[in-house]
């Protein structure tokens, strides 16, 4: 597998920062499995036949985590688990968790060795990440630990999916576990569900917002950088002027924080090219770029 191949693993936020708000879940099978305490390393067959190990977000992991990953038993056991796949045209993406002997929490007890854990794998050739079920038949026949099972689960509505979610922190607090991982393999929908994270009010729907319309001089200002930009000799072409116009105007109503401007068309046509030239606006321009 090249480098550019290499998939960093997804980003999980809570239910309620899902796009829709968890309502996607409803009526799917979830697979909740426990949330290890330690750092995200992922190990995959480079072409030359070496071991890849990646970090979260970096293809090639920092030396210092990678130490720590050969130092396991499950560095040579992933190797073998890949290179065999491989044999058989399937190609993968192996993705665990380095559990150090204190992790970054320290919500877990204190462990006596190192241990990389897999809690799932990306198929290379489908694009999308197996089962539970297949994730734990390579975990189980390469002798790889695997994170365990805390529920299965069909949600049928919000506050049954919700009640759920609060029951399983508690099993969380119980057993010492930063929090669940909760997977709809079918859509390929994943979440999170931390203990350490506060519980917050569900905001109401955001207000629309009324900014202030842009005043005169800031409506100036946005035509001379465009005219500026597009000069003298093709200000009065419509397609060329107005697109570089429209730039300046949203430019101008971003930076300041004006509301969008609606009759852009009727100030380029009205405004007087002279008003535009550098010579009448020289003292205006020194006093703005300062």
């Given at each position: 597998?090249?480098?550019?191949?290499?998939?960093t693993?997804?980003?999980?936020?809570p239910?309620?920062r899902?796009?829709?708000?968890?309502?996607?879940?409803?009526?799917?099978?979830?697979?909740?499995?426990?949330?290890?305490?330690?750092?995200?390393?992922?190990?995959?067959?480079?072409?030359?036949?070496?071991?890849?190990?990646?970090?979260?977000?970096?293809?090639?992991?920092?030396?210092?985590?990678?130490?720590?990953?050969?130092?396991?038993k499950?560095?040579?056991?992933?190797?073998?688990?890949?290179?065999?796949?491989?044999?058989?045209?399937h190609?993968?993406?192996?993705?665990?968790?380095?559990?150090?002997?204190?992790?970054?929490?320290?919500?877990?007890?204190?462990?006596?060795?190192?241990?990389?854990?897999?809690?799932?794998?990306?198929?290379?050739?489908?694009?999308?990440?197996?089962?539970?079920?297949?994730?734990?038949?390579?975990?189980y026949?390469?002798?790889?630990?695997?994170v365990?099972?805390?529920?299965?689960?069909?949600?049928?509505?919000?506050?049954?999916?919700?009640?759920?979610?609060?029951?399983?922190?508690?099993?969380?607090?119980?057993?010492?576990?930063?929090?669940?991982?909760?997977?709809?393999?079918?859509?390929?929908?994943?979440?999170?569900?931390?203990?350490?994270?506060?519980?917050?009010?569900?905001?109401?729907?955001?207000?629309?917002?009324?900014?202030p319309?842009?005043?005169?001089?800031k409506?100036?200002?946005?035509?001379?950088?465009?005219?500026?930009?597009?000069?003298?000799?093709?200000?009065?072409?419509t397609?060329?002027?107005?697109?570089?116009?429209?730039?300046?105007?949203?430019?101008?109503?971003?930076?300041?924080?004006?509301?969008?401007?609606?009759?852009?068309?009727?100030?380029?046509?009205?405004?007087?090219?002279?008003?535009?030239?550098?010579?009448?606006?020289?003292?205006?321009?020194?006093?703005?770029?300062?």
């Amino acid at each position: 597998m090249l480098e550019e191949n290499w998939n960093t693993y997804k980003d999980l936020e809570p239910i309620r920062r899902l796009r829709n708000e968890g309502r996607e879940l409803l009526g799917k099978t979830l697979t909740l499995t426990e949330k290890r305490d330690g750092e995200n390393v992922s190990t995959w067959l480079k072409p030359t036949g070496e071991l890849g190990v990646s970090s979260h977000n970096l293809c090639e992991a920092s030396p210092d985590i990678i130490n720590r990953f050969k130092a396991t038993k499950e560095y040579n056991k992933a190797k073998i688990l890949l290179e065999t796949e491989l044999t058989f045209h399937h190609e993968y993406i192996l993705y665990g968790e380095l559990i150090k002997e204190v992790g970054p929490t320290r919500i877990e007890p204190r462990h006596k060795k190192i241990q990389w854990i897999l809690f799932d794998a990306w198929d290379c050739e489908l694009k999308r990440y197996v089962s539970y079920t297949q994730l734990y038949q390579m975990a189980y026949h390469y002798k790889i630990p695997v994170v365990k099972v805390v529920d299965f689960f069909i949600p049928t509505n919000e506050e049954e999916l919700f009640a759920k979610i609060e029951a399983l922190k508690k099993w969380c607090k119980r057993h010492r576990r930063e929090g669940i991982v909760g997977k709809d393999y079918d859509n390929q929908v994943f979440f999170k569900e931390k203990i350490d994270l506060p519980k917050l009010p569900k905001l109401p729907r955001q207000p629309q917002v009324t900014l202030p319309s842009m005043p005169q001089e800031k409506r100036i200002r946005a035509l001379q950088h465009a005219f500026d930009e597009v000069g003298e000799a093709n200000w009065k072409d419509t397609k060329i002027a107005m697109p570089i116009v429209a730039k300046h105007f949203s430019v101008e109503a971003k930076e300041h924080n004006y509301g969008p401007v609606k009759d852009m068309y009727q100030l380029w046509v009205n405004t007087p090219i002279e008003q535009l030239k550098p010579h009448f606006t020289s003292e205006k321009k020194e006093s703005v770029h300062t």
